[in-house]
């Protein structure tokens, strides 16, 4: 009995989970029956939806974490294309730049996350306003100091060819892009559910005064979010820049709203203190099926926008429902 208790708690803790995966199979089989050579009967539209759903994945790494504990990061598209701009830049299209371009370029990005967590946890910025401001000064930055034509034409936006291979090559047909997401989705679920670190986010996202009062460090822990959160969105930057072939102004624009749908979608609450990064997976591979499924069925580019949006809006609904009802 204590069994099916446990796996029934467990159920009911992550339904949302498991509805989201439930309903990408649905959406999937839809587009099989509705278009036969397309979803399960093509395995090149089921690798291009892999492949689609790992990079809204992998730019919705950080955004997890930072929705977890409670915050928000809108900075996530220019912190994107300013890593991927300056990456290209480094490097020049050579393999043998990496060695230090990658670390300068990762390192600039957690930077750009530190001051972010000093800006929420000690001067009491909202995470929106704080971020937003970031996003802006970030855009300034690399768009007015000469970068307007990067990753149009030339050798500055060009990605070394070890990048392209990462992003884009495969083992035995499988993927290195894929498997880049499976072992970071292991790395940040252990760090979720496995670290002290990691339950400190759920705590301080939860109620961050109750954590102060019980002895958590929330200053030191929700900067320690945000710059993990700018490292993530740096390797996003990098690994995009290789998926696309060349880096680019604006190149993160399109997933700060995925990144976020992701991740509530998934079973994450906006209010903070819930979600798992299986759960954003879901979401994610539930998104790319969505994707593909509107243009299938002919339907005009506004009406998929529409319907885009109102999916979001009822994933953030469910969630925030749920959340209070709980509380």
């Known amino acids: 009995m204590s069994a099916i208790s446990s796996i029934r708690k467990f ?120 971020t937003l401001a970031t996003n802006n000064i970030l855009l300034g930055l690399v768009a007015g100091i000469g970068m307007g034509g990067v990753g149009t034409m030339g050798q500055y936006g060009q990605p070394p060819p070890f990048v392209v291979k990462l992003a884009t090559g495969t083992i035995g047909g499988f993927p290195y892009l894929v498997i880049i997401m499976v072992v970071l989705a292991a790395l940040v679920t252990i760090l979720l559910s496995h670290t002290g670190f990691g339950r400190r986010i759920y705590v301080i996202g939860t109620n961050p005064t109750v954590a102060r009062y019980s002895g958590v460090d929330v200053r030191g822990s929700t900067i320690g979010v ?56 879901g979401g994610a591979m539930l998104l790319a099926v969505l994707l593909s499924l509107l243009p299938v069925l002919n339907m005009p580019r506004s009406v998929q926008l529409i319907i885009y949006g109102l999916v979001v809006l009822f994933a953030v609904f469910f969630a925030t429902h749920r959340s209070t009802r709980r509380a």
Request: proline share 3%.
């Open 226 to 281: 945000y710059t993990l959160n700018g490292f993530l969105c740096g390797l996003a930057g990098i690994i995009m820049t290789g998926k696309f072939g060349r880096a680019y102004l604006g190149m993160g624009d399109p997933y700060l709203f995925v990144s976020f749908a992701a991740v509530i979608i998934g079973g994450a609450s906006i209010l903070g203190g819930s979600g798992s990064y299986v759960g954003t997976l």
């Open 11 to 130: 159920v009911d803790q992550n339904r949302s989970t498991f509805l989201c995966y439930v309903a990408m199979l649905a959406l999937l089989t839809a587009v099989s029956i509705l278009r036969p050579g397309f979803g399960f009967g093509d395995p090149k539209h089921l690798r291009a939806l892999l492949l689609q759903a790992s990079v809204i994945g992998l730019v919705s790494l950080g955004q997890t974490l930072v929705i977890i504990s409670g915050g928000a990061d809108l900075s996530l598209p220019w912190t994107v294309a300013g890593t991927a701009v300056m990456m290209t830049i480094f490097t020049q299209g050579q393999d043998e730049k990496m060695i230090w371009a990658i670390p300068v370029v990762l390192a600039g990005a957690s930077l750009i996350g530190l001051i972010n967590g000093l800006g929420v946890a000690y001067l009491g910025i909202a995470p929106m306003v704080m």
